[in-house]
């Protein structure tokens, strides 16, 4: 079915506005198959446009970092997320803008487990206040100078013990 659509879109493309994809919100929704987040990506990706994306990614961003509750199950009807959306959107760089926050939600600001203790937002993001996260303890053995010690701190979990038991490494390690 998504193979006819886009057959029938490229039709109505050719015929109605001489093979070019319009940059209007409205004429893009009404082709066949094009939804507002499909018609909003595609005038800010396509067209570097400040339009605001709203989809389960950006909800979940916008609603941790913001506090948000969720107003209604589907993204696009959530008029408070739809305007701290907008309001959020940068008029330079949407295009940008819109990719760091699909890739932070990708990568660190998933949906069951984020990894707060990685992510850039984290002193500002509403969700620190709230999210319990499942504490994550680490004992580092034959600690040496500590380097081992550092790296699971930085990855966000919490030192319990370091051992060693070389005097002069443990003597670094303390110095460190």
Known sequence: SR?????????ILVRNYAGVV???????????GVGAYAASATLCFAFGKPVPLVDSNFARVYRRYFGLRQGSRRPQRD??????????????????????????????????????SCCPLAERCG???????????????????GGLSL?????????????EADRRAAMTYGYN
């Not at 319009?22 to 066949?32: G, T, V, Y």
């Open 3 to 11: 193979a006819k659509r886009l057959k029938a879109i490229a039709r």
């Open 22 to 32: 319009p940059q209007d919100l409205e004429q893009l929704s009404q082709l066949p």
């Open 79 to 116: 008029r408070q997320l739809c305007d701290m959306a907008a309001l959020a959107l940068p008029h330079r760089y949407p295009r940008e803008f819109s990719y760091a926050v699909l890739d932070l939600a990708a990568t660190v600001c998933l949906s069951k487990h984020p990894r707060c």
């Open 127 to 145: 969700s620190q206040q709230s999210y319990k996260r499942p504490r994550r303890v680490a004992l580092d053995l034959f600690a040496g100078a």
């Open 151 to 163: 790296g699971v701190q930085v990855a966000g979990f919490e030192l319990g013990y370091a051992v």
